[in-house]
Nanobody, 124 residues
Framework: QVQLVESGGGLVQTGDSLRLSCVASGRTVGSYAMGWFRQAPGNDRDFVATINWSGDITNYADSVKGRFTISRDNAKNTMYLQMSSLKPEDTAVYYC?????????????????WGQGTQVIVSS
């Protein structure tokens, strides 16, 4: 089993930056693709970014492309989401996820493990 724990969320202002972390435990996730998703109040959970097992292939939602950067450090069993130029519409609970595949995916239901989420609030 894999346990995922997110951290780094908080309250920031428009234009600020924030870095989220997702630490995996239970087993190494170095061979797993991972991703970030977010859910705003009243909305479905949306895809944000995904990264393959080695970290050299990434994909982003159009809404965050150019502002967010996903990365991972397999030696630390950790994934990151660097968020910059934050907007109020980025306000959401952010979840990290891992899937038993080397390839990333935009589809939330293809992921096998999920964290509990970390809240990000961007004030205008």
């Amino acid at each position: 089993q894999v346990q995922l724990v997110e951290s780094g969320g908080g309250l920031v202002q428009t234009g600020d930056s924030l870095r989220l972390s997702c630490v995996a435990s239970g087993r190494t996730v170095g061979s797993y693709a991972m991703g970030w998703f977010r859910q705003a109040p009243g909305n479905d959970r949306d895809f944000v970014a995904t990264i393959n097992w080695s970290g050299d292939i990434t994909n982003y939602a159009d809404s965050v492309k150019g502002r967010f950067t996903i990365s991972r450090d397999n030696a630390k069993n950790t994934m990151y989401l660097q968020m910059s130029s934050l907007k109020p519409e980025d306000t959401a609970v952010y979840y990290c996820a891992a899937r038993r595949s080397i390839r990333g995916s935009e589809k939330g239901d293809s992921y096998d493990y999920w964290g509990q989420g970390t809240q990000v609030i961007v004030s205008s």
